[in-house]
């Protein structure tokens, strides 16, 4: 699986969009971009993924680059319950034995 | 939540003792996963199952054992437990959903060897 590079923290101000970025230089052709959250002592958990076009959900929505060697996740109007640490996870979709592999991610604090 | 469970949710232990921690699923997903995560770490993953008594080495397994024995339970096992060990351990399981794979996580042992 790719490495990922993600800045180890960022602040946000609630109610405003929070873009998190993601560097993945290193990308394959079929390596998904995926996004998981952990919200302060709870498992992680499936936020969005994308390959190649934008992808937007009732959660986020995801920007990757033409390139696809970054990408950015935004939490368009960010509430006190999105502080939580979001790994940005580069991989092969359906792979035999395939598993997530996490990096440090980054820590959002939201504030008031 | 994909019905997985982990028990216990807490555990103290003393240095040297057994412990097994369980996960429990009940909707008969073929992948399962075991992680440790330690504080100021991501997730790193121990050991993982691709059916029933068939496992594989994640990239943390020394110390640590598995088995699977049928599909909705995995257990993890320490055999002679060590405060190197005490950690936050989640069960995941891996399914599929509409052409998308995703993971569901439990909700943690918290493991504490004294």
């Known amino acids: 699986d790719a490495k990922t590079t993600q800045p180890p923290s960022m602040d946000c101000a609630e109610g405003r969009a929070a873009n998190l970025p993601c560097n993945h230089s290193?990308?394959?052709?079929?390596?998904?971009v995926y996004w998981y959250r952990q919200i302060h002592s709870q498992g992680p958990q499936y936020i969005i993924h994308?390959?190649?076009n934008n992808e937007t959900n009732e959660m986020a929505s995801l920007i990757i680059t033409e390139d696809r060697k970054s990408s950015t996740l935004i939490l368009p109007h960010a509430t006190l319950r999105d502080t939580a640490v979001y790994y940005c996870?580069?991989?092969?979709?359906?792979?035999?034995?395939?598993?997530?592999?996490f990096g440090g991610g980054t820590r959002v604090l939201v504030k008031p | 939540d994909a019905g997985i469970t982990q028990s216990p949710r807490h555990k103290v232990t003393e240095t040297g003792t057994p412990v097994t921690l369980r996960c429990h699923q009940t909707?008969?997903?073929?992948?399962m996963y075991w992680y440790r995560q330690d504080p100021g770490h991501g997730l790193r993953l121990i050991h993982y199952s691709y059916g029933v008594k068939d496992t594989d080495k994640g990239e943390v397994s020394d110390g640590y054992s598995v088995s699977r024995s049928k599909t909705e339970d995995f257990l993890l096992t320490l055999e002679s437990a060590t405060s190197s060990q005490t950690s936050v351990y989640f069960c995941?399981?891996?399914?599929?959903?509409?052409?998308?794979?995703?993971?569901?996580f439990g909700s943690g042992t918290r493991l504490t060897v004294v």
């Open positions: 995941a399981i891996r399914y599929r959903d509409r052409g998308f794979e995703g993971y569901t």
């Open positions: 290193t990308i394959s052709g079929n390596e998904y």
């Open positions: 909707e008969n997903h073929r992948y």
């Open positions: 994308g390959l190649k």
């Open positions: 996870i580069v991989r092969v979709d359906k792979a035999a034995g395939n598993k997530l592999t």
